[in-house]
């Protein structure tokens, strides 16, 4: 196993986990030909350390283990202060890279893209990134793969932490009276607890994957629900709306919807 000073907030890591992290690693290299992917990790001392980096000569990795997380240092860095995205598509007149030009010329670094890690709380813990040798500015698709591969390296580094978290809401949800309902940014519901289902006759196997509009009865005003949907702009609403049950069963639900974000995807909990 590699050695490496890490924040508490980042798990022992074992040769399988660092396996996978690599193989990430490898698969972005091959979907953006000529870029070297990199994961490094916050230490304790607020130094950078890689973590993976499957490509990377022996210079390579002396020269950027270690890096201090402060201004001019790097994509990485700019990324685990700021917790967003850097795109940096020519490190020689970036301001981000000011404290590397001499590492970036003798090696040869024109670009470097990098996102942040983030914990299950979502605190900052590290980084990975696609380094260029040419010029390079990052594509939409490219972003995507960015966070996807971040996404996927949280969810390795800290699985044991995820699913015992999941377990602890998914028994607070399923015993608290008040209904929840969960559902993605395209209205799909996700989840429902069981006061959901006695309220409203259906049960989760009937509501998985299917658009939260099914709920909404004939007799429900298109008032309301153009309330509703003006007011979840902005995050929150309360109000109430006529639910139909396919069994010829309707009945008037008082409801607050909350929209929350997660890996920067919004998600609505209906109570």
Not at 131 to 147: G, I, K
């Amino acid at each position: 196993m590699r050695s490496i000073s890490c924040s508490p907030a980042i798990p022992e890591a074992g040769s399988a986990v660092q396996q996978q992290i690599d193989a990430l690693c490898l698969l972005a290299e091959r979907i953006v030909p000529g870029a070297l992917a990199t994961v490094m990790l916050l230490g304790a001392e607020e130094r950078l350390r890689l973590y993976a980096g499957p490509s990377l000569t022996q210079e390579l990795w002396a020269y950027f283990d270690g890096i201090p997380v402060i201004p001019g240092n790097g994509s990485c860095a700019s990324t685990v202060m700021s917790g967003q995205i850097v795109l940096v598509s020519n490190v020689r007149e970036d301001e981000r890279w000011s404290h590397l030009q001499t590492i970036a010329r003798e090696l040869n670094i024109h670009a470097c893209w990098s996102a942040p890690i983030l914990d299950p709380l979502g605190k900052v813990v590290g980084s990975f990134a696609l380094t260029s040798f040419c010029e390079a500015l990052a594509s939409p698709e490219q972003v995507a793969l960015l966070r996807g591969v971040t996404s996927v390296i949280s969810q390795i580094l800290f699985q044991n932490q995820i699913e015992h978290r999941e377990r602890g809401i998914s028994a607070v949800l399923r015993s608290v009276s008040e209904g929840v309902l969960l559902t993605d940014a395209e209205h799909r519901i996700l989840y429902c607890n069981n006061a959901f289902a006695e309220i409203t006759g259906y049960s989760l196997a009937e509501l998985l994957g299917q658009n939260c509009r099914l709920l909404q009865g004939p007799e429900t005003s298109p008032e309301t629900i153009a309330t509703i949907r003006r007011r979840l702009k902005h995050g929150v609403c309360q109000g109430s709306c006529r639910v139909s049950r396919f069994l010829s069963r309707h009945f008037l639900l008082s409801l607050r919807i909350q929209i929350y974000c997660t890996d920067g995807c919004p998600i609505a909990c209906a109570a």
